[in-house]
């Protein structure tokens, strides 16, 4: 059993399920207390609880990372009750319309995929920032998509906010690249997971034709690829975005 988040504390957005609850699972099971930051307070509590019951060090926050207010007061919380912070994983995230033309696509829609999957990675970027400064040492991921980078068609609103995710760490891991922070995004292609089960058959179907693999991804392949590169260990690669992709993604 590896140890490498000892006396670490880390945050994991969109812990209470999915790709967010195995990679918070994976941490905590690697020595760090987590506090898992969700909106869906149902599920939240029966993560904390299942978490615990295993013997990992956990906390559970209500936070809806599109909010300035609750973002910062939930990180401050972090800090006061555990001391620091030196992880932050954002995997919090919604899909939106999917098998949808531009033309058919709702401004409201579009903007509640951008507060949510965009202007909430700025805004854990931002107040994370804030605390891992003053320590000079802190890990941030991102989880963007290969919808960022390659784009998929009638996915307007994913797709856009997604490639904005990845700007934002390229932006943010220069400015901080002289300091002990680093600041990365993961690319997966579709991994398995409940986020996905009401997309459109059609559609994950064409996704998932694009993947060489012909498979989709696991939330453990997921959650063991960020458990490296939010360790120590990765303290040479920043504002990069690293592939988990079963071959689809190739530069």
């Known amino acids: 059993m590896l140890n490498r988040f000892a006396n670490q504390v880390a945050i994991v957005t969109g812990g209470a399920e999915g790709i967010g609850k195995a990679i918070a699972k994976r941490i905590a099971s690697e020595g760090a207390t987590v506090a898992l930051f969700d909106i869906n307070h149902v599920q939240l509590e029966r993560t904390v609880a299942d978490f615990t019951k ?33 992880v932050i994983v954002n995997s919090a995230g919604i899909v939106g319309p999917t098998s949808t033309k531009i033309t058919d696509y709702s401004v409201a829609d579009y903007d509640r995929v951008y507060h949510t999957n965009l202007r909430g990675a700025f805004l854990m970027s931002k107040y994370g920032i804030k605390v891992m400064e003053k320590s000079n040492y802190g890990r941030i991921l991102h989880l963007a998509s290969i919808a960022g980078k390659e784009g998929n068609p009638f996915m307007t609103g994913y797709s856009s ?8 760490v390229k932006g ?24 996905n089960e009401n997309t459109a ?15 989709l991804g696991t939330v ?6 960020a458990a490296w590169i939010v360790s120590e260990e990765a303290s040479f690669t920043t504002g ?11 530069y």
């Open 172 to 195: 943010i891991g220069k400015e901080y690249a002289e300091t002990g922070i680093t600041v990365n995004g993961l690319a997966p292609a579709v991994i398995k997971t409940a986020m």
């Open 240 to 250: 990069f975005i690293f592939d988990l992709s079963g071959g689809r993604a190739t």
């Open 54 to 86: 295993q013997g990992f060090a956990v906390t559970g926050h209500v936070v809806d990372i599109s909010h300035e207010s609750s973002v910062e007061q939930a990180i401050q919380t972090v800090v006061d009750t555990l001391g620091r912070l030196d």
């Open 201 to 215: 058959p059609e559609q994950l179907a064409y996704m998932t034709a694009k993947i060489p693999m012909k498979r």
């Open 161 to 168: 906010m997604k490639a904005g995710v990845i700007g934002l």
């Open 220 to 225: 453990e392949e997921v959650a063991a690829m």
